[in-house]
């Protein structure tokens, strides 16, 4: 066993802890376990292609290599070098070969180990396109064609400094991890056989160049020591057995023989019969070089970012770090254009342009993510948006280009199709998520002023042409209002720089201030994940202190009741949800129970904690405002830390950069009575002002219920028509049958004529509230009575007083809506404006 201990307190203290704690562990001296002479692939299972498929829209093709045990390499660590040249996406690499023949949209290589003592597993991942899937074989032709290239090229010297150079960068700049992350992954080093003197650098250091050995790693990348796997939902098509544990059904055999010629021929190709395009990437330029931060004594770190530049087409906020003093710079620029927003259909292609930009720039960018600079096209609440983090040295570069590519982007037809098809199986493999992933977009949906749901995209995205979106590009950039945010080791005068670079690549028409896109909430609209509570304006400091209260004091008895003694699900939590101008507090539930039995169980914890609460001691109280006091100021860990924190603000357009505190300062002066005066009206079952709304997902079924369904159906129903027997059980797996049981009843009744045996069934079968069996705090399963702990009489009698609104059609219910008013900034944007201040 070993163990990490971090804290604030003296080293001796820590000790003396550590000494109570664990003396009593015996130490039993047990021997490392070793498997050194085991090996993860036998010689029978190499050589081996197999088929799988997968439950969600892949298709990817993996080869895997019996390669090195590193756990004692850590000086020289080979698999770097090799992973390194095998997964590089820039000019000459096998991704940017078989990106131009249209066959892979993404490619990563490296090791990972298996046991001590036991050979490490090289693995090379490529995400196939549907061309790519027709042309694997060409694509493993390809990946052996530049392991010749590695071999016949033998170890470069200049290859591995770059790579050294930028892990001693990346390592004297690592920005700060949360203390659980720091301990969990030190304590697991500690088991390595690194020396402990270089335990906080670990393996992330390159010590030594060591050709011979990075040799013998790429002398490991043979046919004759490697098998594939292809995943994919449609080809082969005819897997013949079915995993075990899951039910994935797969297809193994030897891999044919022409096709091992073929690779063989590969791998003995020379300089004369190689691919030319193939070759050794050039160097990087993107590596910093200058790292130098001047440090300054501040009495008191800056709370907000400054404006330094704020007229018609673009505002820019700057904060220069005088808290982390690293050299790295974050930089965020959203382009407010309201046309992107105007329909479903100007929202698909501006993600599609995006996607095109960044598939543009792949092979630039790829350099300058090795150095350590990251970067994203996307959208944001507002418009297009342009995210840029890493050493401020290069980060200038990057964006030039980023601008650049946005600016003159040539929209080919073949990538084009490609990036769609890539966008459309996302959208299908969105609905293959698990619920509690699913519902948080349903959530944004109801309560955004002009959102949209996945499935409108997807049914939008087939309709759409790369003509379209050629024609749609003057919209998409021609008008906007451009919002600039500089954070890190960059003065006044780079940020302002970088605000000039921006203009003058884009060259947007001024964007009148009235169509500014501005945040909005519908007013009286309840927002939720599965089950969700008003509890107030999002700009009142009140009812932010006393949400988050709620949930300091909820969240653990929450997951006691819900998760670990009804055993609800796995996913169980609640808290504070938090929309554009509106707070609240939610419960999600993800479990096999009916959306209608999880609510009333909820419902039943809402009436048992307001009990708890009226009896909470005032010692228990205060205790939980410290605790609450002590998150809230918690310092900032990073540089990006910081920066999500102002730019929250900015976006959100409510400009209170110090809300933690301002949240911090209300949670000390509450007081018990005022918190169960809010419980009372917020959240309390019978409280007659009270707002909810709840986002049910039904599941299709799984194996189990269908399988029950299928029995009902072949025991009861043997009389009845083929018909229906199909429209019992379509019936059945409706959401909106299957939730009402009145509603079924009367179906299967009225519609289908079945007896009232047959009926009874049905019901019971699909899940109707009234007949499923509830459970005890103590898990007990009970009918018909409610037990101690079931939805009380106050609740049902305030339900039976004001019944929810059944929402069947969103866009006509946020239309029935008065809007209510954008963000109330806390401070008017004057206030923060430094237009001539110095340096």
């Keep these: 066993m070993k163990l990490c201990v971090l804290g604030k307190e003296p080293l001796d203290l820590l000790e003396k802890w550590v000494v109570e704690l664990f003396t009593p562990v015996p130490n039993k001296n047990l021997p490392i376990n070793r498997w050194d002479d085991e090996a993860p692939l036998r010689p029978s299972e190499l050589g081996m292609l197999c088929f799988a498929k997968p439950v969600m829209d892949s298709r990817e093709l993996n080869l895997y290599f019996p390669f090195l045990d590193e756990e004692e390499l850590y000086m020289s660590q080979p698999s770097r070098y090799v992973g390194h040249l095998i997964g590089h996406e820039g000019p000459g690499s096998i991704m940017s070969y078989i990106k131009a023949k249209g066959w892979a949209n993404g490619l990563s290589a490296g090791t990972y180990p298996v046991c001590p003592g036991t050979p490490g597993i090289f693995d090379c991942q490529i995400r196939l396109t549907e061309e790519g899937l027709k042309n694997y074989k060409e694509v493993v032709k390809v990946f052996f064609q530049y392991v010749s290239l590695l071999r016949e090229a033998s170890p470069q010297q200049w290859i591995f400094d770059e790579q050294k150079g930028i892990a001693e960068v990346g390592f004297k700049f690592k920005q700060k991890s949360p203390a659980s992350r720091f301990t969990m992954k030190t304590s697991s080093l500690m088991q390595k056989p690194i020396p402990r003197e270089w335990l906080l650098s670990g393996f992330s250091r390159l010590r030594q160049f060591d050709p011979a050995l990075i040799q013998k790693t790429i002398d490991s990348l043979r046919t004759d020591n490697f098998r594939m796997t292809i995943i994919s939902q449609r080809f082969p098509g005819d897997w013949d057995q079915k995993e075990k544990w899951y039910g994935t059904e797969y297809k193994v055999g030897k891999i044919p023989e022409d096709f091992m010629r073929e690779l063989r021929e590969a791998e003995a190709s020379s300089a004369s019969n190689r691919l030319t395009a193939l ?34 087409l673009v505002r820019t906020w700057w904060k220069k770090d005088d808290t982390f003093w690293v050299p790295r710079a974050n930089l965020i620029i959203s382009c407010k254009n309201p046309v992107l927003f105007a329909s479903v259909e100007n929202t698909v292609k501006t993600r599609l342009y995006a996607d095109l930009v960044r598939d543009a720039l792949e092979e630039f960018s790829y350099d300058a993510e090795l150095a350590g600079l990251d970067y994203n096209v996307g ?41 769609k098809e890539r966008l459309k199986r996302g959208y299908n493999n969105w609905e293959l998520q698990s619920s509690y992933h699913q519902i948080g977009d349903y959530l944004y949906w109801l309560n955004s002023e002009n959102g949209f749901i996945i499935e409108e995209y997807a049914t939008e995205l087939p309709n759409i042409t790369s003509e379209a979106l050629r024609f749609f590009k003057p919209q998409l950039l021609g008008q906007m209002h451009i919002e600039v945010y500089v954070h890190g080791n960059m003065y006044k005068e780079d940020a302002l720089q970088l605000t000039d670079m921006v203009q003058s690549i884009l060259q947007p028409r001024l964007l009148p201030r009235t169509q500014w896109p501005t945040l909005k909430d519908p007013a009286n609209v309840n927002h939720c994940i599965e089950y969700w509570l008003y509890t107030g304006d999002r700009g009142d400091p009140l009812t932010r202190a006393r949400t988050l209260f709620l949930e300091q004091v909820m969240h653990e008895p929450a997951f006691d009741q819900l998760r670990t003694k009804e055993q609800l699900g796995y996913i169980v939590f609640c808290g504070a949800r938090v929309f554009a101008t509106t707070y609240g507090f939610r419960w999600l539930v993800q479990s096999e129970r009916t959306p209608q039995y999880l609510e009333a169980r909820v419902e039943a914890f809402i009436n048992s904690f307001g009990e708890i609460l009226d009896k909470m001691s005032d010692a228990d109280f205060e205790n939980h405002k410290r605790s609450l006091v002590v998150r809230l100021l918690k310092k900032l860990e990073n540089l990006d830390s910081e920066s999500s924190r102002h730019w929250n603000q900015i976006s959100a357009e409510y400009y209170n950069f110090g809300a933690a505190q301002e949240n911090a300062e209300h949670v000390k002066a509450l007081t018990k009575e005022e918190v169960v005066e809010y419980y009372k009206k917020y959240i309390d079952v019978a409280s007659p002002t009270r707002a909810k709304l709840i986002v049910q997902l039904f599941a299709q079924g799984n ?38 049981a009145a509603a079924l009843r009367k179906y299967l009744g009225s519609d289908l004529k079945l007896a009232e045996d047959k009926i009874e069934a049905i019901l019971a079968v699909a899940g109707d509230p009234a007949t499923e069996p509830k459970e005890t705090e103590e898990g007990e399963a009970v009918h018909g009575e409610e037990k101690e702990g079931d939805l009380t009489s106050n609740g049902t009698e305030n339900a039976a007083k004001q019944q929810p609104t059944l929402i069947t059609d969103v866009r006509a219910f946020k239309a029935s809506l008065v809007a209510s008013a954008g963000a109330r900034p806390a401070r008017d944007i004057t206030e923060y404006e430094e237009m001539n201040g110095k340096l």
């Design 703 to 740: 194996a189990k219920s269908k399988a029950k369904i299928d029995a009902l159906i072949n025991t009861n129903l043997s009389g009845e028509t083929a018909e229906t027997k199909e429209a019992v059980r379509s019936a059945i797996m409706q959401p909106e049958l299957r939730g009402d």
């Design 279 to 312: 070759h050794l990437p050039h160097k990087n330029n993107f590596i910093p070089t200058k790292l130098d931060v001047e440090k300054k004594d501040v009495k008191e770190p800056a709370t907000a970012p400054a404006v330094v530049r704020n007229d018609d």
């Design 379 to 419: 959208l944001d609440s507002r418009g297009l948006c342009f995210d840029l983090s890493g050493y401020n040295d290069k980060l200038p570069v990057l964006l030039e280009q980023v601008l650049k590519t946005v600016r003159d982007l040539e929209i080919k037809d073949d990538r084009f199709d490609i990036i």
